[in-house]
């Protein structure tokens, strides 16, 4: 999560976007910022807690990540983030590696048994299990270093104990340094850091968004601008007839009803090619309307379209989001992935939460270390020293000490328990600090070579040199992992491509802009006192052109699926030229295209080109059905069988017998049965196509005028004062649209309509074009300046983004040199006490077999009716 946090932050570098902060999230930017000062001064008291010493603790995390580091070698290799999996299931199926890293885990459920079948031989009614059990004598330094092994072993397990528990310390230190910087980052982020020259990112993004906002035709500069017009209703009027119109056409087109015909969609399996290929124009055609076409129709609109979105200037708005995007980008991500930990209290309350529960369960896994020591220590000093007493046996009483057994039988019963719970709880923590260790070492390590590594695994679209790739590879490095003092510029940094030209975002804001705004206000009177009508605009003359030109349904194709559809499939095996069907168009006669842009010039099929194929080929006459083209054939009987279709009284289809059966023959030459599937198949394809004829499913929708009547652009008409009837305009310029269904025939009109619908709308905004441009020109300057020059001088020079690098190593700090290394200490030292706890328990249950044999063995010799005479050698 850490690592896609970091690499999102400087992805967002080079993506680009154009919304705008809602006031939601500035309000949510103001709180979490707040929130940031208030928690940097709780978290931040007394500096950083804790000492790191980064090359020994950079060995425990390679220690921890293994000595292949198998997760960065995972994402190296991965193709993409589907091919992890794959890659991961490669890398894992060696056993060695969950051995080495998870040996503590596979020994719990073994030690588990050993503790029952050792169980089983303490139990009183099972005195039987223990095998060779007689009285038996030990030689004094064979308990000696018995004894000395139970003493050494357990003052090693109080130590790994105590080590446990002070690694808590650096648990705790890790989390509040981690939540200083994180609240640090946070409140440098969004509110800025004055002593590294950084404004915020949120005025950062506040400012470029207001300059962006001020190119829009409806922001504050533009309203300014209008108010120097008394002429803008009759062009608003004129600009959302011609939007509203267009809008009207780029809806149909994407119509499913439209583009993938059929109830449900595409169930006819044609889809209209000229609705996605139109689609470039129109939308061309949209964003000059759009930036500008009616509004800037106005003297000082057509100004700021001249400057703005204009041959001069018409990347300044892209521009001026491919600096937006990375910021914005960069602000939310950094905002959404800590405002946990600076919002309300439940970062403070997990943090105690994790330093209390933390040091109590060390404590408590002390105590009970402690315990068992104490318990296995007394019964090695009693098997040292108090095994066996004379005077009792002088006095006819058991000799053996009648506690070594039961001191040692708590001792190795119990350190049963305890190993299993430390290596459970060791071999856990093991584990989860693997994929820790190698985040950290991966962030640590993180440069350019190892970003290119990693980005198809990460889904990280990069190519290597690329202006993307640059960008993002110097944010990473001079602004995170770079630890240099010089102060580094964003703008510096931030790269996009400006007439064919890579530049940096300062360099095209301070260089580029400022003196193209300046040279275009030079040329204002020049550029406005030319023809400013778009009637002729190359885009609107072609869109139109599109339409009149030709029919859509010369362009609704059968789609690439039908060619395997069981139905339709043996058309791909005929022969004569059938497979023309698969790119035959829903049209009857055959349409040239001419060489017009994007559509290519050349003839698309029609239905009838078709059908006389098929007659040519394979029939032997045609079967007229109903007024439309799409007429059946009777399929031929040379060497194959054919199906007669004829129609019954109600214009139903069905089968015949007679001459013909309603399937191929099997026959000894396949190329003929092929042949005769073909032309059935055909035959069916000719009845979908017969189908989607007269389907009446298509939209063609209109509008409502005033009184909620039809109402279609195509019938505007202007009057001699310049005013215009019939324009679909209702109360307060806003047009209501009516949906309408309609066949293919009447699509095909409709579309074609549109011709005559831009011409109007657009001749109306031409026509609506004022000429006065007095004293705009300095009212002009003074407003870009205004909104959009001074702007640009105040973020260039606010843009410094060393802060970052301290942050993200802080956190490196304290999420990996502290909180994951204390982890690994403590999944080291239990897992060792465990396994160390084994050998004292080998000791006590030798102890107490010793012990409870003797014991056992010295009262049956009574209870059989002799004294004993003393313990074999053993």
């Excluded at 168009?585 to 698309?604: F, K, M, S």
Aim: with cysteine; hydrophobic share 40%.
């Amino acid at each position: 999560m850490m690592l896609r946090l970091f690499l999102a932050v400087c992805a967002a570098s080079s993506v680009l976007t154009a919304a705008q902060t809602s006031p939601s999230e500035l309000a949510e930017d103001q709180k979490v910022a707040a929130d940031a000062s208030a928690k940097a001064e709780l978290y931040c008291a007394g500096g950083f807690k804790g000492k790191i010493d980064r090359a020994a603790d950079r060995e425990v995390l390679e220690g921890g990540a293994g000595d292949d580091d198998k997760l960065r070698k995972i994402l190296i290799e991965a193709e993409d983030s589907k091919d992890v999996e794959r890659v991961a299931e490669e890398e894992f199926a060696d056993q060695g590696f969950f051995l080495s890293k998870a040996s503590a885990l596979a020994f719990v459920p073994i030690l588990l048994i050993i503790w029952l079948i050792c169980c089983w031989t303490a139990c009183p009614c099972c005195k039987c299990c223990r095998c060779g059990s007689k009285e038996r004598s030990t030689p004094l330094p064979v308990k000696l270093l018995i004894a000395l092994i139970v003493l050494v072993f357990f003052l090693v397990i109080i130590i790994l104990g105590v080590m446990g528990m002070n690694a808590t310390s650096k648990t705790s230190d890790g989390m509040e340094n981690l939540g200083c910087t994180a609240a640090v980052l946070l409140n440098s982020t969004l509110s800025g850091n004055a002593e590294r020259g950084f404004i915020g990112l949120t005025p950062f993004v506040r400012t470029l968004e207001g300059m962006e906002a001020n190119l829009d035709p409806n922001s504050v500069m533009m309203n300014q601008i209008s108010s120097l017009l008394d002429q803008t209703a009759p062009i608003e009027q004129a600009t959302v007839v011609a939007s509203g119109t267009l809008a009207l056409l780029q809806n149909m087109l994407q119509s499913q009803s439209n583009s993938n015909p059929g109830d449900p969609a595409g169930a006819f399996m044609h889809e209209c090619q000229f609705c996605s290929e139109v689609a470039p124009l129109l939308s061309d055609a949209i964003t000059l309307l759009n930036n500008g076409v009616g509004q800037a129709l106005t003297e000082a609109r057509a100004t700021v379209d001249a400057q703005l979105t204009g041959s001069a200037l018409t990347d300044l708005r892209q521009s001026l989001s491919d600096g937006i995007k990375p910021m914005r980008e960069m602000k939310n991500l950094v905002r959404d992935a800590f405002k946990g930990i600076v919002e309300g209290d439940d970062f403070e309350t997990i943090r105690n939460d994790i330093s209390s529960g933390q040091s109590a369960f060390t404590a408590v896994i002390l105590v009970v270390l402690i315990l068992l020591a104490i318990c296995g220590c007394v019964s090695a000093c009693l098997f040292v020293l108090r095994e066996k007493s004379e005077a009792s046996a002088s006095a006819g009483r058991n000799p053996y000490n009648m506690a070594l057994p039961c001191c040692s039988c708590w001792t190795w019963c119990c350190g049963f328990l305890v190993a299993a719970l430390l290596l459970f709880i060791g071999g856990i923590l093991i584990v989860l600090v693997v994929p820790q260790s190698s985040l950290c070492l991966i962030m640590e390590d993180m440069n350019r070579e190892l970003l290119l590594d990693i980005s198809p695994a990460l889904e990280i679209d990069l190519e290597p040199n690329s202006t993307d790739f640059n960008t993002f590879a110097d944010v990473l490095e001079k602004c995170f992992v770079d630890r240099g003092t010089d102060l580094t510029n964003m703008m510096d940094l931030i790269r996009l491509t400006a007439n064919g030209t890579e530049q940096t975002m300062r360099e095209y804001l301070d260089d580029t802009v400022n003196s193209q705004l300046t040279a275009g206000f030079d040329s204002l009177t020049a550029a406005s006192s030319g023809d400013l009508a778009i009637s002729s605009n190359e885009q609107i003359v072609a869109l139109r052109s599109m339409f009149r030109d030709n029919p859509i349904d010369a362009f609704i194709f059968p789609k690439e699926s039908l060619r395997d559809d069981p139905t339709y499939q043996a058309i791909a095996g005929g022969h004569g030229g059938v497979q023309v069907a698969f790119v035959t168009t829903t049209r009857c006669e055959n349409h040239t295209v001419a060489d017009q842009p994007p559509l290519q010039a050349g003839t698309l099929p029609g239905i009838l080109n078709l059908v006389d194929t098929m007659v040519r080929t394979y029939a032997s006459g045609q079967i007229p059905y109903g007024l439309t083209c799409a007429q059946n054939v009777i399929c031929g009987d040379q060497a194959y069988d054919a199906t007669d279709r004829r129609l019954q009284d109600n214009g139903e289809r069905q089968l015949q017998t007679g001459p013909f059966v309603g399937k191929c023959l099997t026959e000894p030459d396949a190329a003929a049965n092929r042949g005769c599937q073909a032309c059935q198949a055909a035959n069916r394809f000719i009845d979908l196509k017969r189908d989607l004829l007269t389907w009446s499913g298509f939209k063609c929708d209109i509008f409502q005028d005033a009184s909620g009547a039809d109402c279609d652009p195509r019938d505007m008409t202007r009057n001699p004062d310049g005013t215009w009837n019939n324009d679909c305009l209702r109360s307060g310029n806003v047009m209501v649209r009516r949906e309408k269904a309609c066949t293919l025939v009447e699509f095909e009109v409709y579309m074609r309509d549109f011709d005559e619908r831009i011409r109007k709308v657009i001749e109306r905004l031409d026509d609506a074009v004022p000429t006065a441009l007095t004293n705009i020109d300095l009212d002009m300057r003074r407003i870009v300046k205004e909104f959009v020059q001074d702007p640009i001088n105040g973020v260039v020079g606010g843009s410094n983004c060393n802060f970052l690098s301290d942050a993200y190593h802080g956190i490196i700090d304290g999420y990996c040199y502290q909180a994951v290394i204390s982890l690994r200490m403590m999944g080291n030292s239990y897992a060792v006490c465990g396994f160390l706890i084994l050998v004292t328990i080998i000791c006590s249950y030798g102890i107490w077999r010793r012990s409870i044999d003797n014991v056992n063995s010295w009262e049956a010799g009574r209870a059989a009716g002799y004294a004993p005479g003393g313990a074999v050698s053993a």
